[in-house]
């Protein structure tokens, strides 16, 4: 499966853009998701297709995905956006995911 | 509105089985394919293994290939995970994904709620 690698954490204001960045060989030449897993639910995707929100999910969330590095962009972040972030993608009919960032806002 | 319910789980001896299952409403079940993740406690995700929507595919992680096994029964909505040989390692919550393949946007698009599986002695 693939090997994803995330930093454990990021900090970042509220009302400030934070970005989430996901390292994976040749990861832009497939497409990556997003899950979010706030303390004690299940996870949630946020983006799909490298840049596609589901329905229902806050315009201030988008993603980007080129070269080596899937990024996750929250804009005007609030703090109901402190959770964990998971990034993810296929390879060879396997899914891999990265260990997670622990998005804090303070 | 999509709901995915997992039961099964409990706590089993190393070496035990268990049988997970997971019933689907709200969707054409048999449209989708299905997926198994799971989370080790205070752990990431880690996923487990994919059934194709008529059963025709079947994929499983390296860490419990041959061990456990993945299966769906149309006719009642429903996916199940046996899993055989349980080691201390497998202790996680089990989520069941709904997985959708149509490219380029292939998506593990909804959660159910998990259920633990503890292995102990």
């Known amino acids: 499966s693939y090997e994803l690698t995330q930093p454990p954490s990021v900090s970042v204001s509220p009302g400030q853009t934070a970005s989430i960045t996901c390292s994976g060989d040749?990861?832009?030449?497939?497409?990556a998701s997003w899950f979010q897993q706030k303390s004690g639910q299940s996870p949630v995707l946020v983006i799909y297709q490298n840049r596609e929100r589901p329905s229902g999910i806050p315009e201030r969330f988008s993603g980007s995905n080129s070269g080596n590095t899937a990024t996750l962009t929250i804009s005007g972040t609030q703090t109901m956006d402190e959770a964990d972030y998971y990034c993810q993608a296929w390879d060879s009919s396997t899914a891999g995911f990265g260990g997670g960032t622990k998005l804090t806002v303070l | 509105q999509v709901q995915l319910v997992e039961s099964g789980g409990g706590l089993v001896k190393p070496g035990g089985s268990l049988r997970l299952s997971c019933a689907a409403s709200g969707f054409s079940f048999s449209d989708y394919y299905m997926s198994w993740i799971r989370q080790a406690p205070g752990k990431g995700l880690e996923w487990v293994s994919y059934i194709s929507s008529i059963a025709g595919a079947k994929y499983y992680a390296d860490s419990v290939k041959g061990r456990f096994t993945i299966s769906r029964d149309n006719a009642k909505n429903s996916v199940h995970l046996q899993m055989n040989s349980l080691r201390a390692e497998d202790t996680a919550v089990y989520y069941c994904?709904?997985?959708?393949?149509?490219?380029?946007?292939?998506?593990?698009?909804?959660w159910g709620q998990g259920t633990l599986v503890t292995v102990s002695s």
């Open positions: 040749k990861l832009g030449d497939t497409y």
């Open positions: 994904v709904r997985y959708i393949v149509e490219p380029p946007a292939a998506r593990l698009d909804f």
